[in-house]
Nanobody, 126 residues
Framework: QVQLVESGGGLVQAGGSLRLSCAAS????????MGWFRQAPGKEREFVAA????????EYADSVKGRFTISRDNAKNTVYLQMNSLKPEDTAVYYC???????????????????WGQGTQVTVSS
């Protein structure tokens, strides 16, 4: 089992930046592919980004490519989401998730992830 705690959300103006962090505890962090998802009011939870266990492979949703960067520090048991050029449509609760199946590549489907954090609110004002 792994426990996930997100931080770093907040209110930012359009064009600004935020960095989200997700601290993991419990089972060895490097066992897990890690992902970020988001859910806006009235919408389904959607994939944002994912990173392989070693950090060598990443995947991004088309809507955030070129603006967001996912990274991880296995020594610190933490995954990050650097968000630049934020837009009002990026407003959502952002969730960190872990895929514990020892896969070799990051997965984009929500059903692959079996551990979730509590979420952190990101609000982008226009």
């Amino acid at each position: 089992q792994v426990q996930l705690v997100e931080s770093g959300g907040g209110l930012v103006q359009a064009g600004g930046s935020l960095r989200l962090s997700c601290a993991a505890s419990g089972r060895t962090f490097s066992y897990y592919v890690m992902g970020w998802f988001r859910q806006a009011p009235g919408k389904e939870r959607e994939f944002v980004a994912a990173i392989s266990r070693s950090g060598g492979r990443t995947e991004y949703a088309d809507s955030v490519k070129g603006r967001f960067t996912i990274s991880r520090d296995n020594a610190k048991n933490t995954v990050y989401l650097q968000m630049n050029s934020l837009k009002p449509e990026d407003t959502a609760v952002y969730y960190c998730a872990a895929d514990g199946a020892l896969r070799s590549k990051p997965m984009v489907g929500i059903l692959f992830y079996d551990h979730w954090g509590q979420g952190t609110q990101v609000t982008v004002s226009s």
